[in-house]
C-alpha cells in the first residue's frame, strides 16, 4: 500500500467546516490528523444584506473571493431572490470555484492562479470602465482587488457575507501532544496569527520549530516576520497541501 505520510502526525488547522477534505487526504495518504481550528468563519445576518441583494440585477459581474464568500453568499443570495442570469460571475481560486459549481453555478470565470493578482490579469478585468461589480468577501478583507478594479473605472461595491474570529478553544491538549507532532498546515496569515495567540508565549515556540506548510508567499513571508524558521510553501488548495507534505517528507524521511 502506497503510505507516503505514515508514521506523521499533522496538525490541520483550518475552519472546523473546511477541515474535513484536506484531513481526509493526510489519512488517505497515511498520515495521522490532529484538527485544531485557528479560525472560526460565521455568516452575517441575511436580513443585513437583503436591501442590497435585492439590487443585484444593476452589477454586471460577481465576484466572489473565496470558498467562504461563494458558500455564504449565495446562501444570503438566495434568501433574497436569486443570482441574475445575465450577472457574470468570477471566482478567485480553482476552491472557490468549485464551491460555486457544488451551489449550482457552473458558468464560472476562473483564473489559473490563487490569488487577487491571478484574478486582475483576466482580459476580461482590464478594460472594466464603467462596470458595476459586486464583490462577495468577509469583514474588511485585502483591498488590492477592489481598489485595482476601481482605479481602471469600475464601480465596486462590497457584499460582506462572512466574519471571521479567533477561536475561543483551549490549547493544553494540542499542547500536550505536540512532540508527536510532524507538520503544521497554515491556509491564511489570519489563521497562524490567531494560532500564535491560541498557543501562547510557551507553545509559540514550538510552533516554530515545527516544519509549517502554506499555500501562498504571502501567508510564507508572514510566518517568518512571525519567526517560523522552517516554511515550505506549496500549491494551492488541499491537493497542494497534501502534494508539498509528500514531497517534503519523501526528501526528509
Known amino acids: 500500500m502506497n503510505a507516503p505520510l505514515a508514521g506523521r502526525v499533522i496538525l490541520v488547522t483550518r475552519p472546523a467546516h473546511q477541515s474535513a477534505a484536506l484531513a481526509e487526504a493526510i489519512r488517505a495518504a497515511g498520515g495521522e490528523v490532529l484538527l485544531f481550528p485557528a479560525l472560526e468563519i460565521v455568516p452575517v445576518d441575511p436580513r443585513s444584506l437583503a436591501p442590497q441583494l435585492s439590487r443585484l440585477s444593476d452589477y454586471d459581474m460577481a465576484i466572489f473571493i473565496s470558498p467562504n464568500a461563494a458558500r455564504f453568499g449565495i446562501a444570503a443570495i438566495r434568501e433574497v431572490a436569486a443570482l441574475p442570469d445575465e450577472i457574470d460571475v468570477f471566482a478567485v481560486g480553482p476552491g472557490t470555484a468549485k464551491t460555486l459549481e457544488t451551489l449550482g453555478l457552473s458558468d464560472v470565470t476562473v483564473p489559473p492562479g490563487q490569488d487577487s493578482e491571478a ?35 469600475a464601480t465596486v461595491d462590497y457584499v460582506e457575507c462572512y466574519r471571521r474570529r479567533c477561536p475561543d478553544a483551549d490549547a493544553g491538549p494540542l499542547l500536550q501532544r505536540w512532540s508527536a507532532l510532524s507538520a503544521v498546515t497554515i491556509a491564511s496569515a489570519e489563521t497562524l496569527h490567531n494560532l500564535v495567540a491560541m498557543l501562547g508565549d510557551g507553545g509559540t515556540g514550538r510552533l516554530r520549530a515545527t516544519p509549517l506548510f502554506v499555500p501562498h508567499a504571502k501567508i510564507a513571508e508572514a510566518a517568518r516576520m512571525s519567526g517560523m524558521t522552517e516554511v515550505i510553501v506549496t500549491a494551492g488548495g488541499d491537493a497542494g497541501l497534501l502534494q508539498g507534505l509528500i514531497n517534503w517528507f519523501r526528501e526528509h524521511p
Open 119 to 153: 484574478l486582475l490579469a483576466l482580459p476580461q478585468l482590464e478594460q472594466v470602465a464603467g462596470t458595476r461589480i459586486a464583490m462577495f468577501r468577509g469583514v474588511g478583507g485585502r483591498p488590492l482587488l477592489a481598489d485595482t478594479l476601481r482605479a481602471r473605472g
